[in-house]
């Protein structure tokens, strides 16, 4: 971390934490057993998560100070659409994500979800935030082109370069797909271009294009 700081190229984000019901449904019920309480036990499940909510928030916190660089991400796990209704996310979820930005902004942090699968029908609940302090990346192409549009006054949208088209489309084929991004997305700041996951499978040459392209 202290060479890429070194060589001006700082890391995205500072540390990374879970929000509650990502953190239960990862490590204490497993997703069939949290996914059972929202409706055998949802007010169990209530008290489960404001427990866990503190510890996810120092978390955030100390890895965010630790590192020096004050964005931390949360990955968006168990929130997406077709593993909860609206009003289970309106209960289960939103709140202690809301809860731990919120906490996060108050210690100077920007909070930085990584939001996974379809979140179209979210954006509203999304947009429940101060204005320019937060970062959202989506994992959906077309999430992002709403999420730019619905979330164009209060946060910043990151993402839109699909790792589908980087594994195995063309370097030609990422350029065009950065310029019409850029043209449909670019305009009044508040976008960054970005691949929608890790690139770990991606071709060089795809992801050498994409950055170029966006330095032109």
């Known amino acids: 971390m202290e060479e890429m700081k070194r060589g001006e190229c700082p890391m995205v984000a500072g540390?990374?934490?879970?929000?509650?019901?990502?953190?239960g449904s990862n490590f204490v019920r497993g997703t069939r057993g949290t996914m059972m309480d929202m409706y055998r036990h949802p007010?169990?499940?209530?008290?489960?998560?404001?427990?866990?909510?503190p510890m996810r928030i120092r978390i955030g916190v100390r890895a965010a100070k630790g590192s020096g660089i004050p964005r931390v991400m949360i990955p968006l796990h168990k929130g997406q659409e077709g593993f909860m209704s609206m009003d289970q996310y309106k209960r289960f979820y939103w709140p202690g994500l809301r809860q731990l930005m919120m906490a996060l902004i108050e210690e100077?942090?920007?909070?930085?979800?990584?939001?996974?699968?379809?979140?179209?029908s979210r954006l509203g609940l999304l947009a429940d935030v101060p204005s320019g302090k937060v970062l959202y990346a989506f994992?959906?192409?077309?999430?992002?082109?709403?999420?730019?549009k619905?979330?164009?006054?209060?946060?910043?949208?990151?993402?839109g370069v699909p790792i589908s088209l980087l594994c195995t489309g063309?370097?030609?084929?990422?350029?065009?797909?950065?310029?019409?991004?850029?043209?449909?997305?670019?305009?009044?700041?508040?976008?960054?271009?970005?691949?929608?996951?890790?690139?770990?499978?991606?071709?060089?040459e795809?992801?050498?294009a994409m950055f170029e392209f966006t330095q032109l």
């Open 139 to 148: 994992e959906s192409t077309e999430d992002v082109i709403e999420a730019k």
């Open 206 to 208: 795809n992801v050498r």
């Open 43 to 53: 007010k169990q499940l209530e008290q489960v998560l404001d427990r866990l909510l």
């Open 15 to 23: 540390g990374t934490t879970l929000k509650p019901y990502d953190c």
């Open 170 to 204: 063309s370097p030609d084929e990422v350029r065009a797909h950065c310029k019409k991004l850029i043209e449909d997305l670019g305009e009044d700041g508040g976008f960054i271009l970005d691949a929608s996951t890790g690139l770990d499978d991606a071709k060089p």
């Open 108 to 120: 100077g942090i920007t909070p930085c979800p990584l939001v996974e699968g379809h979140y179209s």
């Open 150 to 159: 619905a979330l164009n006054d209060v946060a910043c949208v990151r993402g």
